[in-house]
């Protein structure tokens, strides 16, 4: 079992910056790839990025590429999402997520924290 943890949400203004942390427990973390997904209001939940085992890897989607940026530090079991240039339409709700595969498919992750609510007012 991993157990997860995010903090960092919170109310921000459209071009503004957050940073999400995740937390792990349990298992060696090192062993997962971490993704960040998100769900808005009334959407299915989509991802936002992942990174591999070792951190060299990663991969965004389109619409946050150039603007978040997804590490890890596998000594400290975390991994963060830093938002910069933040838009109305990145209000939702953030989850990250551990999985053995490198994946931007969710149904490749098998632990998930309970999310941190990010809103971005216009």
């Known amino acids: 079992q991993v157990q997860l943890a995010e903090s960092g949400g919170g109310l921000v203004q459209a071009g503004g910056s957050l940073r999400l942390s995740c937390a792990a427990s349990?298992?060696?973390?090192?062993?997962?790839?971490m993704g960040w997904f998100r769900q808005a209001p009334g959407k299915e939940r989509e991802f936002v990025a992942v990174?591999?085992?070792?951190?060299?890897?990663?991969w965004y989607l389109d619409s946050v590429k150039g603007r978040f940026t997804i590490s890890r530090e596998n000594a400290k079991n975390t991994v963060s999402l830093q938002m910069n240039s933040l838009i109305p339409e990145d209000t939702a709700v953030y989850y990250c997520?551990?999985?053995?595969?490198?994946?931007?498919?969710?149904?490749?992750?098998?632990?998930w924290g309970q999310g941190t609510q990010v809103t971005v007012s216009s």
């Open positions: 349990g298992r060696t973390f090192s062993n997962y790839a």
């Open positions: 990174i591999n085992w070792s951190g060299v890897s990663t």
């Open positions: 997520a551990a999985g053995t595969a490198w994946s931007t498919n969710q149904d490749r992750y098998h632990y």
